[in-house]
């Protein structure tokens, strides 16, 4: 039992450093780019773009898979409808007031969030 404990936090943890490296291309190629907005779909497809310090987007959406040349029928089929989002939140790149990441968040996710 501990093993397969241990074998889905392993697994996590490289999610978690695709997850990271794709953010930092992402912001690599978004010079207006303030942070990423990151949005886990429950088929494990994840919507990525880049926000301006406006709350307007600094990047084009990007859709991917972990692990998979493309991303799930699902996804094709609904381009990775809001009802099934799991999470979403802004991985932030620049130092912010809380103020100003609360009305990023607001204009771009419908909610308060600060991390």
Known sequence: ???NTNKRK???QKTEKRELAMIEG???GSPDGIGVVVVRLDCGCRKMAAVAK???PASKIIMYRDMANSICDKCKEDNGAFMRVTESFIHWS???SDEDKK???LKVLGHQEIH
């Open 54 to 56: 406006d709350g307007e």
């Open 26 to 28: 992402i912001l690599e």
């Open 10 to 12: 392993k697994t996590v």
């Open 103 to 105: 009305m990023i968040s």
């Open 1 to 3: 039992m501990a093993k």
């Open 94 to 96: 620049e130092e912010l």
